[in-house]
């Protein structure tokens, strides 16, 4: 039940990167959403937007301190309660200690932290803060479905005062909308018996009966309103008790039988009670009308919504293909990579990195995703570079489980029309489960096998096999096979759903086979070929350009590593490079630093981007500076605003080295 929890969010305060990452490290597990403020002032604009289950803040910060912090987050709306725990490293700590304690903090904690305790006293906060919500939501709930019944709902403490009127309950006493103290609602109405013509004495209303630990069913009233109106009800109660056997209250339900009255009492009259029947044929006719309408707009709903879900599911199962191999990858050039080796892994890293890229653009296809479709991007290629990415992809955790994999590629070039990033999906989808639903040390073969017009790729295993109730089932989305619960190896059950789907848009078939449980399963994908004479893209290589000429460019990102990466990409070509991380920085040191072009992040905290360039136009010795924006928004909208504010160039990130250089000889004018 863990994993259907809504993530609640933690605060983390501290003016120190390392600080933050170290707090991120320790709390990671808790498995909850982490979010970081470098100062009180990016602290408190969060709290503007987010409800936090607990606030982590660091007492020493440059310009407001953690206690100047807490002050303000406690004077924010929705956060006078927020639990607050304070950090820090100074030895002066019970006076630090009582000033925390003033202002409302739940914990003052001294450093070195230890992490368990640091976890445990978090998570108390994470639990508080989901029942509370959880609380909330049932509350609001409960009130909706007070609010929404048809008939009257009133109930009273255990002193007899009331304390509820429904919606309903309103209506029928004509009691105003507005607020009424519970003590002033019953002179706003008046009770009578069943023939309307003595009120009740209070001793026999229903609620006070129920009060007193009767059972009231069936009691048939008039309640007369303030205007006169009588309306006939039918009355049932019951006392509320504790668990213990403590008197609560007593609730009354009140159901409007006006009409059933009215109607009763006109059935002598024929053609009234035809009339009647008509009208009520077409009120149930316009009813189930708008229950057919309603059945379907909630259907429709649903199917979009589940669209929307399983949309969402594939991409992070998309993305998390790739991320492997580029963890790998990075691995190996800790370790110290040279020469072939090291360029090989870069190649391979770039080649996935390509590969996240050309999934981030799909996100940005909104209609693409309201449509329900996925657009693919075919090319004419060879087949086998496409399975040795896949299997680079897969081989982490191939290895992890210490599987062997054998493959057999024919030496010829086989040609094929399709999506490369999708392809490299499905296949490396076939290996990741043959991996997975393998006992460790197990067998994996991939073969490609041509044919005249096709060609079948076979991905086989010796594992755990597919039972026979869910072999034809196996492609479903969120199909799971009929294991026991030890033995599943778990997922979503998507990858099958969508590779099928995937290969069924490349004209192509997919079919599973097995002899049953431990037999091994095998996965046949047919493809078309393409035509011999086609076109074949090539596999990319990624290098540097060369840049025309050194000069003087200054990077400015907030994202300190970002930027030293940028940087040290231009000096590569001979650049000499200068560093800012605010766009203060960037006004000041531009001055000294008198660059030729300069790269502005538009997402800076502060002073933006946009901001900054519009800052360094205006001054006189500042205005002959290329300016490049570089941003993740690339739409004409986002290009249009970087023109407006004065950029000669607009970079989308994540910026390749050819793109650097590539904008750097546009924003300078020079032919590349």
């Known amino acids: 039940m863990d994993s259907l929890k809504k993530t609640v969010n933690i605060l983390l305060v501290d003016d120190l990167p390392a600080n933050l990452l170290a707090l991120e490290v320790i709390l990671e597990p808790l498995g909850e959403n982490l979010l970081r403020a470098a100062s009180g002032t990016a602290a408190l604009a969060l709290a503007r937007e987010t409800a936090f289950a607990a606030v982590l803040i660091d007492v020493r910060m440059p310009g407001m301190d953690g206690f100047e912090t807490a002050r303000h987050l406690r004077a924010l709306p929705g956060h006078a309660a927020t639990p607050i725990l304070f950090i820090t490293a100074d030895h002066d700590g019970a006076a630090h200690a009582r000033e925390a304690y003033a202002l409302g903090a739940v914990d003052f904690l001294p450093k070195p932290i230890v992490p368990e305790v640091l976890r445990a006293k978090v998570s108390v906060f994470v639990d508080l803060f989901r029942s509370k919500e959880q609380l909330r939501e049932k509350t609001v709930f409960l009130e909706a479905v007070l609010e929404s019944v048809s008939d009257a709902i009133v109930a009273c403490d255990a002193d007899g005062t009331l304390t509820l009127f429904n919606e309903a309950s309103r209506r029928l006493h004509g009691l105003p909308q507005e607020f009424l103290r519970s003590s002033a609602w019953a002179a706003q109405y008046q009770l009578h018996g069943a023939d309307a013509k003595a009120q009740i004495q209070p001793e026999d209303v229903p609620l006070y009966r129920a009060l007193r630990g009767e059972r009231v069913c069936d009691m048939e009233l008039t309640v007369v309103n303030p205007g006169g109106a009588r309306r006939h009800v039918v009355a049932n109660g019951a006392t509320l008790c504790a668990e213990d056997g403590r008197r609560l209250g007593a609730v009354v339900s009140l159901r409007d039988v006006t009409s059933e009255r009215q109607a009763a009492a006109a059935m002598a009259e024929s053609a009234a009670e035809q009339a009647r029947r008509k009208q009520a044929e077409e009120m149930a006719q316009q009813l189930r009308q708008s229950e057919a309408k309603m059945r379907l707009l909630a259907d429709q709903l649903a199917l979009s919504d589940r669209r929307k879900t399983e949309f969402l599911a594939v991409l992070a199962h998309e993305l998390r293909n790739p991320l492997a191999p580029i963890r790998a990858g990075l691995t190996l050039m800790v370790s110290g990579l040279t020469g072939d080796r090291l360029r090989s892994t870069v190649q391979m890293m770039q080649r996935q990195l390509d590969h996240v890229v050309h999934l981030v653009d799909d996100l940005m296809d909104v209609a693409r995703i309201a449509n329900g479709k996925i657009e693919l991007k075919r090319e004419t290629v060879a087949l086998q570079p496409i399975v040795q990415v896949a299997v680079e992809a897969s081989l982490p955790l191939i290895r992890a489980r210490e599987h062997s994999l054998s493959l057999g590629l024919p030496n010829e070039d086989i040609l094929v029309r399709v999506d490369p990033v999708r392809l490299t999906q499905v296949l490396s989808n076939l290996l ?9 040390k197990g067998a994996i073969r991939l073969e490609v096998q041509p044919h005249v017009s096709q060609v079948t790729l076979t991905v086989a295993d010796a594992g755990m096999g597919i039972p026979a109730d869910s072999l034809q089932h196996i492609f479903d989305p969120f199909a799971q096979l009929g294991l026991h619960q030890e033995a599943s190896p778990g997922g979503l059950g998507i990858g099958l759903s969508l590779s099928k789907q995937l290969i069924e848009l490349h004209g192509g078939t997919i079919a599973a086979e097995s002899a049953g449980p431990g037999e091994g399963s095998t996965f046949t994908v047919t493809l078309p070929l393409a035509a011999a004479a086609a076109a074949v893209a090539p596999i990319r290589e990624h290098k540097l350009s060369s840049a025309a000429a050194p000069r003087r460019v200054l990077v400015v990102d907030d994202n300190v590593d970002a930027a030293a990466t940028m940087g040290s990409l231009l000096e590569l070509d001979g650049h000499t490079v200068a560093l800012a991380h605010t766009g203060a920085q960037a006004l000041a040191l531009a001055r000294e630093f008198r660059p030729d072009v300069a790269f502005l992040d538009i997402g800076m905290p502060g002073m933006n981007g946009y901001e900054t ?45 050819d793109a650097i250089n590539s904008a750097m000889a546009a924003a300078l004018g020079e032919a590349r």
């Open 613 to 657: 360039a519009v800052a360094m136009r205006q001054v006189a010795e500042l205005a002959q500076i290329r300016l490049v924006a570089l941003t993740g928004w690339g739409g004409e909208s986002d290009r249009e605003r970087s023109r407006a504010a004065g950029f000669d160039c607009h970079l989308t990130k994540p910026a390749a080295p």
């Open 432 to 440: 990741s489960n043959a991996a997975k639903y393998s006992p460790p």
